[in-house]
């Protein structure tokens, strides 16, 4: 059954590997590397036009997201739900100081899980090719973790403080607040979508300009991720205090529309660019509606930029094929 998902022992070996190493140095640390390793496997892509740091690297078993990113936020939940730790949304903690081998071998199963999926996704007929198989199964993991290790009963988790006799409903019980919020200085549909927009456009620019630069980059397809890849490595500032944007969701479909619309709309660089600034911010909306929906009140981290590029990218390359003959 599996024969044609290119799924080998070695693979799940490595994504073990994978998995435990996000779960050591942390599932924001770990995203922080994959932006890294995007720009070098790019690097390496212009000079070589070999895919394989691409592949391998970064979207592969050592730091792809499905693999290092999803194994340190199921190990996380994992920790809370025995008690090693207090949050179980902490996605940046690194978990090696929990002293705990069992918290650093869900991480590892995780990592290996997220690959298994990720290629099975990828090999599903026309839906593997036109959505973000590695952003998808992100969301699936971030699922599976909340039913195995969260401490609620409810997916979605819409808690509300305590001594609150009136409980909001609709848009109100999902509204950020002081205890329960996500990046509180991006929440407000006139920053996130402003942000969406500027992100998308900077993005799309950066991705035209690189895809007819670059013959390599443009044959693999894999403009678009430059962008997303200088997003990752401002997450490694925000870790670390400085109060960044999260844009990768912005910037990787900002420029994914661009690319893929360029010869859809003939050509036109500046039109390209513009469909690149929308797309950013229907993909900034998606996510601060996930965040509010899915993760803030969760016990468990669910990832909200994850949650909005794979449907952002449906979207995306769906309308493409279908303009584009």
């Not at 090693?84 to 069992?102: H, I, V």
């Not at 965040?291 to 949650?307: N, V």
Request: charged share 10%.
């Amino acid at each position: 059954m599996f024969e044609n998902l290119d799924i080998s022992g070695f693979f799940i070996l490595a994504s073990l590997a994978g998995g435990f190493l996000g779960a050591a140095i942390g599932a924001n640390f770990a995203f922080g590397l994959t932006g890294i390793t995007v720009l070098l496997g790019l690097a390496s892509l212009a000079g070589t036009g070999s895919t394989a740091v691409l592949d391998y690297i970064a979207f592969g078993p050592f730091t792809g997201p499905h693999v290092a990113f999803a194994g340190g936020v199921a190990a996380a939940a994992y920790a809370a739900k025995r008690g090693y730790c207090d949050d179980g949304k902490d996605a940046t903690t690194p978990l090696a100081r929990l002293g705990k081998p069992d918290v650093l071998l869900v991480g590892a199963l995780f990592g290996a899980g997220g690959y298994i999926v990720q290629t099975g996704i990828f090999h599903l007929p026309w839906f593997g090719a036109h959505t973000d198989p590695v952003a998808l199964t992100v969301v699936i993991s971030a699922i599976v973790a909340r039913v195995a290790f969260g401490k609620s009963r409810s997916l979605f988790d819409l808690r509300r403080p305590a001594g609150r006799d009136l409980a909001p409903r609709g848009l109100a019980a999902i509204a950020p607040d002081d205890k329960f919020a996500w990046v509180r200085y991006q929440e407000r549909p006139a920053q996130f979508l402003t942000l969406g927009l500027f992100s998308g456009a900077a993005a799309a620019g950066a991705s035209l300009w690189l895809h007819d630069a670059f013959p390599a980059i443009a044959e693999a397809g894999t403009a678009h991720v430059f962008p997303f890849a200088i997003s990752a490595v401002t997450i490694i500032f925000l870790i670390l205090g400085a109060p960044m944007p999260v844009t990768h969701h912005m910037t990787i479909t900002g420029a994914l529309a661009a690319v893929t619309f360029l010869p859809i709309v003939g050509h036109n660089v500046s039109v390209a660019l513009l469909i690149g600034a929308a797309a950013g911010a229907l993909a900034a909306a998606i996510g601060e509606l996930c965040s509010r929906g899915m993760h803030i009140r969760g016990t468990t981290h669910f990832d909200p930029p994850a949650a909005a590029i794979w449907p952002t990218t449906t979207v995306i390359l769906g309308l493409g094929a279908a303009l584009g003959g």
